[in-house]
């Protein structure tokens, strides 16, 4: 059962990934600059006041991000209590497209990696090949930006409406949102309209992998 502190926590987790402080995502977001304060997380007897699913909704919308993405942060709201970091790899989008960099299933391998540090929760914890690509260029703007760091878990499954990076066996590599996936193939939404959208074989596809945190 989800709990009211868990909510606003989703929530002010939503607006650290994303660059904003809770204020400063309400305003994004169209909301009165105040709808996120402490102070009005309660009504004046002490009984809990809860975010409208309204809110939530425009606060996906201005950030981008899917329904998915928030569940997320609430299911982790707990772990994020125990305020302990992991040491994950991290490369740019060149080397990614690079051999040696990657197994066959779309995990690190080798010692060229640098590091980063990044908050412990579950969709990386539970995933030892968990790691981070470091954007380049602007053909994911406005969601991701140059230099921008993409946490990426291998094991997550991926949905439709899910932001994932996929390498083909070509060695392209990209970061798109999921439209559709069967057995035939895959189709991907470009995150910067001025990119075509794709489609795959499953032939072309070397290895997909959900984006899972964003450090702006």
């Known amino acids: 059962m989800l709990t009211h502190e868990q909510i606003w926590q989703a929530i002010d987790r939503l607006a650290?990934?994303?660059g904003y402080s809770p204020s400063g995502l309400a305003k994004q977001a169209g909301l009165d600059?105040?709808?996120f304060n402490?102070?009005?997380r309660h009504a004046p007897d002490g009984k809990p006041r809860w975010p409208s699913t309204e809110s939530v909704s425009r606060c996906l919308s201005a950030t981008g991000a899917t329904m998915s993405d928030f569940v997320s942060l609430v299911e982790d709201s707990e772990?994020?209590?125990r305020d302990s970091t992991l040491s994950i790899p991290v490369i740019g989008f060149a080397q990614a497209g690079a051999k040696g960099f990657f197994d066959e299933e779309g995990y690190p391998q080798g010692d060229s990696w640098d590091e980063v540090r990044f908050p412990d929760y579950n969709a990386a914890s539970n995933d030892e090949g968990t790691y981070a690509l470091k954007v380049s260029g602007d053909s994911m703007e406005p969601l991701y930006r140059k230099n921008d760091v993409i946490v990426i878990s291998p094991r997550s499954r991926v949905r439709k409406g899910d932001r994932i990076v996929l390498k083909t066996t070509e060695g392209e590599?990209?970061?798109?949102e999921l439209v559709s996936q069967n057995e035939n193939g895959v189709e991907v939404r470009s995150l910067n309209k001025k990119h075509e959208n794709r489609k795959f074989n499953q032939t072309q596809i070397a290895w997909m992998g959900r984006v899972v945190w964003v450090s702006q």
């Open 16 to 18: 650290t990934t994303f």
């Open 33 to 35: 600059a105040t709808s």
């Open 38 to 40: 402490k102070s009005k």
């Open 173 to 176: 590599v990209m970061v798109k």
């Open 79 to 81: 772990s994020q209590k």
